[in-house]
Nanobody, 120 residues
Framework: VQLQASGGGLVQPGGSLRLSCAAS????????MGWYRQAPGKQRELVAA???????DYADSVKGRFTISRDNAKKSVYLQMNSLKPEDTAVYYC???????????????WGQGTLVTVSS
């Protein structure tokens, strides 16, 4: 199983970016998908998550600015980031809670991370 994240880059404050993450490999079922981030010198934190059913969850710091969505057919999750601030600078990681076969336990898998830099 692989999670491939893309879409990071350098953007000015107030700008926008859209991150994408696609899961591939032997996947039976995906439960939750989400985005985390880790800034230099800080712990990794949840940014947003979307379960297979139910409401999305956002960190307070990104509410109203970021939107998470998923495309189950494409086994993909997206993060639309608007009104970006310098404090959003971090490496962003996608993850997925998935099972690789019927009857197996769900486990978390992580993407490789994509760097988002917000700076003028």
């Amino acid at each position: 199983v692989q999670l491939q994240a893309s879409g990071g880059g350098l953007v000015q404050p107030g700008g926008s970016l859209r991150l994408s993450c696609a899961a591939s490999g032997s996947i039976f079922s995906i439960n939750a998908m989400g985005w985390y981030r880790q800034a230099p010198g800080k712990q990794r934190e949840l940014v947003a998550a979307v379960p297979s059913g139910g409401s999305t969850d956002y960190a307070d710091s990104v509410k109203g600015r970021f939107t998470i969505s998923r495309d189950n057919a494409k086994k993909s999750v997206y993060l639309q980031m608007n009104s970006l601030k310098p404090e959003d600078t971090a490496v962003y990681y996608c993850n997925a809670l998935l099972a690789t076969d019927y009857g197996l336990k769900y486990k978390y898998y992580w993407g490789q991370g994509t760097l988002v830099t917000v700076s003028s």
